[in-house]
């Protein structure tokens, strides 16, 4: 038997992956404008907040009180336009069960986190100033751990789960050590690791 033979068959199935891995290229949004963003929002935003309330009430730099979190809400709309372009473009791309999924899974984050907003908006008054940050950061970190692993299902990306079970990790590392270092720890942990998750997806597009 000729050995040729043996491999004729496998030369369309490796046309079809080439060119299925083509298709993903083409239309799946670049990761790093979909992590990077959010990562580098996290990572100064929260850092500010280290620095301005630290542990136990320390201010390591004397920022304005309304700073930490005017920064980090502009970032955080600054990153939501960003993603928000960058994943409307993949979507056009795409008909079907897909697009329908990217934008329910688009909602989902907006009511969730509208939802919690509400929620801590009526208890947080009842707390003390550092608790009720923490209650604020440890409850959207939360949330955000949660929907990059349930996006994990819906888009079988390991990657994703790795992502939010890593955010999920650290959010519960912070609020175990306390107002201050949560947000350090949200913001060296939770930032780079949306960075590195970023180029990691970028590099296995490429």
């Known amino acids: ?10 030369d369309p199935l490796a046309l079809i992956e080439r060119e299925r891995a083509n298709l ?23 850092t500010l907040f ?25 970032l955080f709309i600054a990153a939501g336009i960003t993603t ?32 919690l907003s509400v929620l801590f908006g009526r208890i947080a008054n009842d707390l003390s ?11 959207m970190v939360a949330l955000t751990g949660t929907l990059h692993m349930a996006g994990s299902a819906i888009w079988q990306d390991r990657q994703l789960f790795v992502l939010g079970a890593w955010t999920s ?3 519960i ?11 350090l720890i949200v ?5 780079a690791g949306m960075i590195v998750a970023g180029f990691l997806g970028w590099r296995r597009l490429r």
Do not use: C, K
């Open 1 to 10: 038997m000729d050995p040729e033979d043996d491999q004729a068959p496998a």
């Open 24 to 46: 993903v290229r083409q239309i799946a949004p670049d990761p790093r404008l979909m992590y990077w963003p959010w990562g580098f929002a996290w990572l100064i935003g929260f």
């Open 50 to 74: 280290f620095l301005r309330y630290g542990p136990d009430g320390r201010v390591y730099v004397d920022l304005p009180d309304w700073l930490p979190l005017v920064v980090l809400m502009l």
């Open 84 to 115: 928000g372009f960058a994943g409307s473009r993949s979507v056009r791309r795409t008909s079907g069960p897909t697009s329908r999924a990217g934008r329910l899974y688009g909602i989902s984050w907006s009511i969730s986190f509208f939802s």
């Open 129 to 139: 100033e550092a608790q009720a940050g923490l209650l604020w950061a440890g409850g």
């Open 169 to 171: 990790l650290i959010n």
């Open 173 to 183: 590392l912070g609020i175990a050590a306390g107002p201050g270092w949560h947000s």
């Open 187 to 191: 913001a060296v942990g939770g930032g």
